[in-house]
């Protein structure tokens, strides 16, 4: 894994332009940075980040399937107690998940650490799909990258699939988003166009027209009954917001499944380490609550691998809120004292995870973190973002890479 | 020339793709009232409908179209399978003929069986549609016709037509099976009596941007 300064694409801000991408910039900063690019080869794309991709979300699935029999895991991971059927029916169901990203920190040697799993509502889709491969492809062609190089980029094709495996053809989509947020907009457009290549009908609706209608079903902004709701917008909203109640009765299919809401959760980091603890692509996690017990000395479930962890942990660790978006809450703590903190704290009130901390590796002064894509079952795919402080957030760049050697 | 291979061995892992990246991508973004608008427009599919099986086999057999003989059979039992499933149930023969037209309706035969009562009177089958969704990488569908007052439609009620017989480029969604069970049928119009109950992000504190959407992304 090197950085690799590269020649720019003359124009491609008209290109970006032309296609729609309109948060190449954003805040004056650019987005979309293409100055330079991170190289790998293929056997640490394919050994330390796909395959261990692929076998944390087969990890992921079995922490779901303890979780929504247990009430302890549901409770820890505040999923309301009204909701705890929907979510544990939508699990014994077996509907299928779609996508999600897994965030990891990896610097070319050693193992792929997760620090997150955003299997709920990713984002950077368009990026990471299309403007990525363009952006490789066009390089490639005007021989700025050599003939013998690659992408690891399938995830439109392989989006195309997944939609053609879970939904029936010509079944009506509703994809539902911000309609104000470009980012969040391009992300289901990205994914409506796939679902219309699947051969299946989309249709946008913003968010907030949403309606209820008379016989208990969800209906878009002309009144037109929502059969299937792709909802760019978070399962702990969703179980929290006025129309929590009617989501079940409502009989939608929703995608993600209900069951996602226990993904989308930083309490899974914990549970992935107390049924998979030592595993080289888990960090040690842990509730705070139980941290802090442990340390007046109580004998909790956790007392043992805490024990175990201190000394990672004192060395370094990260506390999140179980609930938080773009970094928010996220606060670094090394040997006793605070380094680094997130500006943004709406989130700050829930309770908190604590991680050890996985050393960033640093490149010209910016952090990259790894945005591992899977698609369905495996995983499909890579974009990598970069920022100069340690906590990946939304204004972070955006950097696109390439397989040689 | 003669490459040689090494035997695989069993244990072997499935060969991946020697390329590691898509051979096309969807590279236009081109906002929210393109994405309606393209989704209605383009969302067409060959079709054909017929009034009885007979009809369908006479034209099979000249043909030159996209089924074959015994797709007429298959999709007619099918058709008339999802009729009984999934078309609309009345108390009455005079409501059902009020939606459907005169002489259009008669008893329903799974409701006769069950002593059931109540909802008895459905629209008679008046055909079928098939449509061809080779292009799209999928097979033939195909779905019943019943009268509507004007015309005929598929019981899902996305479209209505002129005849039962002939052939048109339809909308995709004419072929969505309408439910069995409770409620209307996906895309079909509803009364909606509020609207606004998703978007207040509730997680998550002091987030700037007024009512449903938020100005934040939502992404990680």
Redesign the interface.
Known sequence: MQKITVAERPGWRDRAAE????FADMGGEPYWDETSAYRFT?RQ??DDIEDPSTELHDMCRQAVAHAVTSEEWMTRLEIPRPHWDFVERSWANGEPELYG?F?LAYDGSGPAKLL?Y?AD????L?ES???Q??W?EESRDAGTLGPNT????????ALVERW?EIA?????IH???????P?????V??M???A????L????T????????????F?DDR??????LF????W???L????AA?LQPS?TRFIEPPWKAVLSNKGILPLLWQMFPDHPNLLPAFFAADLDAARRGERGDFADAIALAEPLLRRGHVTKPV?S??G?GVVITENGHETERAPDE??S??PQVVQALAPLPDFDGFHPVLGAWILGLRCAGLGVREDRTRITH?LSRFKPHF?EG | MTIQTPTPRISAPAA?PA??????????????TM??L??CE??K?DAQAFPDLDSCLAAAKEGGLFFTEDDCRTQFAAAEKEHLETAPRYASKELCEQEHGAGACGGDPAAQQNQGGGFSFMPLLVGYMMGS?LS????I?SQPMIRTPNGYSTPNGNQSFASNRGSARV???T???APS???????????????????????????S?T??????????
């Open positions: 296609v729609g991408f309109t293929l794309i394919e990203r965030d997150e955003n509502t990713p984002t950077s368009y799909a299309a403007f491969w363009l490789f690659d992408q690891f980029n399938t995830i439109h094709e053609a029936a053809q010509g079944e009506d994809f539902a988003a911000d309609r104000d947020n980012e969040d907009f391009a992300t457009e990205a409506a166009w796939a219309r290549e699947a051969g009908g989309a249709h946008f913003a968010l907030a027209d949403i309606g209820l209608s008379e016989d208990g079903q209906a009144d037109r009954v929502i059969g299937t909802k760019l917008y978070p702990e909203d969703m929290r917001d006025d129309f009617n009989q609930f978006r773009e928010a709406s989130y009130h829930h939304n397989i | 991946r390329r590691k990246r898509s051979r096309h991508v969807a590279l236009l973004l081109a906002g929210a994405l309606t393209a989704a383009d969302d599919v969704m799209r990488g999928g097979g569908f909308p995709g969604n072929f969505t099976r069970t409770i409620g209307k049928a996906p895309m079909t119009s509803t009364q909606v009596s509020q609207r606004g109950g998703f978007g207040r992000s509730a997680t998550s504190r002091g987030v941007g009512g449903g959407g938020a100005a934040r992304s939502v992404g990680g």
